[in-house]
């Protein structure tokens, strides 16, 4: 390492900054002077664009002397390949400046990545000294390249005719001047516009992996406020920036091109007063093959590798070289110093989260506070939710999935949503947790309409795939609330949902949880017990006890619909959570069915095919009720109403799970209760495979 390699330590400013590089250029005098020489062989290219050009037309061409004419042009010939040789060389040259300047960066970024031994940040450092170094060297390029095209050019005009100089250098001088004058400013814009840029990538880092967890959190309306007023701070920052942009068409045009059209327009007073028209030819192509291009990558290339690089260098050489930012941003150079998330804000990882899960976590962690009912103008309490004339379909053209919905659920309902499979009870939750936005009608829950500004605190939604965070599994059940909330409230909510059996062979509310050693169905009962524990008064459960036993899966629901105030909307995995329901909605296309459990199996014929068959009733109740003896069968032919079905269970479920009839073309006996003819195993294989059939309503695993 040479003697002006040593790395820099400590922070630098922008005056730090200037001084070390006009340093580091005066120990590359030698790689300087190389780099002048070759360039000056490169002007004199640029000399006899115009000269020779115009000799061949003054001496040659115009004054009838072809040969000379040709010879000239052989000149000009001549320096464009000497003009090729010098740009060659001039790389080289260029690199012995570059190189040494990366070097010395990278050999800084190692050894801070070594010192914090943090792999990752050295690999973004090592990135961004890349974006340095072809930073660094277009810009050397651009420059050079219009130094010594201005001094070809400029040397040519004047030598052909002065008044051409007078013509095309104050327009000239003017845009590059004011170049130079907006170049700061622009920078600066420029620099704030990556940084705004760069910002808005980091956020959208942590909250797009996070989405699933964002709306099961129902943190759906704090993101896009906190991500909106990023973008819109990015917008904000492009638009000042294309504002300052219109400065560099103004330079372009007042150095490039009013030259041309000062040298068209004065022409024949130029013409009368001593210019020849082959140096007038000879200024054109000054202007236009010389001058006009080096302006123009002078503009763009200084512009851009300019203030991108000094945002990169002063990343690199700030603060240590911290590791910068990552993703997109990296790409770009993006440097600025990264605002504070506003999704952290006000909280700190929970201890014991992981690295990995904290941003998830803080992204998905939702205020969902509780919003009392309100109380209508009559002072009558609100419905729970109110769906009017819902209609939602999933393009402009498609077939509505749901087309005219109108339900009115009091406090405290509980109601199973059943269907085929495909008929639209996800999109119906989905409507609901104002996911989806309805193309007609309304959806009120407690009075307020969804989407609506507090609509996420006032429903929680559980979908099938539960989501669970590495860090304590008091952390994984209070993640929805606010407030502290007390152990004893903890350990009632786990045993409501059924969650004591784990949460004790965990080692309680401070034990460690890792969700990858946990099963599916432990999952979900600890995403029902925070949905449990969550102040919002509306559940969505859409098949959110799939992987629960049948007994675990009515303890769960049975625990939501006795939930304080709570309203229980569930999408039915099993048949068996419809007769637990004190209302089933049937959705089949666009006629639904909404009732009592008896009422719609008397009315709907769909319902009947789901639960085993209107004419069946009588016999799949006797067997049912003939099962294990444990549970009580479901009552399909029990007019007394739904109470007698809280429970029902595996045996009474099995025998009824049993379509026939028109749904999914399945041709399954009615009677496959155990110990029955059919009751074999290649019997419960065939009612596996039309299980597929049932939308959703699975037949209890096979035992
Ligand atoms: N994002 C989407 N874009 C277009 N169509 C969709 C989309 N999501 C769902 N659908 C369609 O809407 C219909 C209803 O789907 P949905 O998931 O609501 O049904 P489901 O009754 O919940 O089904 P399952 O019981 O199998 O979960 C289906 O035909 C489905 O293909």
């Known amino acids: 390492m040479r003697p002006g390699d040593t790395a820099v330590s400590g922070p630098v400013g922008r005056g730090g900054l200037r001084a070390e590089g006009i340093r580091f250029l005066l120990d590359r005098r030698r790689a300087l002077a190389g780099l002048v020489g070759w360039s000056v062989l490169e002007s004199g290219q640029t000399f006899l664009l115009g000269y020779a050009l115009a000799r061949a037309l003054d001496d040659g061409f115009l004054a009838g002397r072809a040969g000379t004419g040709l010879w000239w042009l052989g000149v000009a010939g001549l320096g464009v390949l000497a003009g090729a040789y010098g740009t060659g060389r001039v790389y080289g040259a260029v690199a012995a400046l570059v190189e040494p300047l990366r070097d010395r960066l990278v050999t800084r970024v190692v050894r801070t990545g070594v010192r914090e031994a943090d792999g990752g940040a050295l690999s973004r450092l090592t990135q961004q000294v890349e ?58 814009r420029q620099e704030r516009f990556l940084a705004a840029d760069e910002a808005l990538a980091q956020d959208l880092g942590v909250v797009c992996p996070g989405l699933r967890d964002v709306t099961a959190a129902g943190a759906e309306d704090r993101i896009a406020r906190d991500t909106g007023a990023l973008v819109e701070a990015e917008s904000q920052a492009a638009r000042v920036l294309a504002r300052w942009g219109v400065a560099r068409v103004v330079c372009l045009a ?85 605002p504070p998330s506003p999704h952290r804000a006000g909280g700190a990882p929970r201890a014991g989260a992981s690295k990995a899960d904290a941003p998830k976590a803080e992204a998905a962690r939702a205020a969902v506070s509780w919003v009392p009912p309100l109380a209508g103008a009559s002072g009558s309490v609100p419905s729970a939710l109110t769906l009017s004339s819902l209609t939602f379909a999933y393009g402009a053209a498609a077939a509505p999935v749901v087309d005219g919905l109108t339900l009115d659920l009091p406090a405290g309902a509980h109601l199973a949503v059943v269907g085929p499979s495909g008929i639209g009870k996800s999109t119906l939750t989905a409507l609901v947790a104002g996911l989806l936005e309805p193309v007609r009608g309304e959806i009120r829950i407690c009075g307020r309409p969804v989407p609506g500004a507090d609509a996420a605190a006032r429903r929680v939604l559980i979908p099938q795939e539960a989501y669970v965070f590495t860090g304590t599994l008091g952390e994984n059940l209070t993640h ?133 068959g209107w004419e069946a009733v009588g016999e799949t109740s006797r067997a049912g009720a003939a099962g294990d003896g444990s549970q009580p069968a479901l009552p399909l032919g029990d007019p007394d109403g739904v109470d007698a079905v809280a429970g029902a269970g595996l045996a009474g479920d099995r025998r009824h799970v049993v379509a026939h009839g028109p749904v999914g073309q399945v041709q399954v006996p009615r009677d496959l209760g155990d110990g029955g003819p059919l009751g074999g195993e290649g019997q419960h294989a065939e009612l596996a495979s039309g299980q597929r059939h049932l939308g959703g309503l699975q037949e209890p695993e096979a035992e």
Do not use: N
């Not at 503009?299 to 690089?309: A, E, I, K, N, P």
């Not at 045993?495 to 509310?509: I, S």
């Open 254 to 338: 007042l150095g490039g091109r009013l030259p041309l059209v000062l040298l068209l327009a004065g022409g024949p007073w130029l013409l009368d007063h001593g210019v020849s028209p082959g140096a007038l030819v000879g200024a054109l192509a000054y202007v236009t093959q010389s001058l006009v291009p080096a302006l123009t990558a002078l503009v763009h290339g200084l512009g851009t590798s300019g203030s991108r690089l000094t945002v990169v260098l002063r990343r690199l050489t700030d603060s240590g070289a911290g590791p910068g930012p990552r993703s997109r941003a990296d790409e770009r150079a993006v440097c600025g110093p990264r």
């Open 480 to 612: 929805l609330r606010e407030d502290a909330v007390p152990e004893d409230e903890l350990l009632a909510a786990a045993d409501a949902v059924g969650l004591l059996p784990l949460l004790d062979r965990l080692g309680g509310p401070a034990a460690p949880v890792e969700p990858a050693a946990l099963s599916a169905g432990e999952r979900q009962l600890i995403a029902l017990t925070r949905a449990y524990l969550s102040s919002a008064p509306l559940a969505l459960l859409d098949e959110a006890t799939s992987h629960l036993d049948p007994a675990a899966e009515a303890r769960a629901e049975g625990a939501f619909a006795a939930r304080t105030g709570g309203t229980l909307v569930v999408v039915a995995h099993r048949i068996s959570s419809a007769g637990r329901a004190d209302r089933v909605l049937v959705m089949d296309g666009p006629r639904t069915t909404l009732g009592t459990h008896q009422k719609v199996l008397r009315d709907c014929g769909l319902y009947r095919d789901l639960v085993g």
């Open 131 to 188: 974006i340095a170094r072809d930073s660094f060297a277009g810009l050397v390029m651009v420059s050079r390249s219009f130094v010594f095209t201005c001094v070809g050019a400029l040397a040519g005009l004047a030598s052909l005719a002065p008044p051409l100089l007078l013509v095309v250098a104050p327009p000239l001088a003017a845009g590059v001047g004011l170049f130079f004058v907006t170049l700061r400013p622009l920078a600066r």
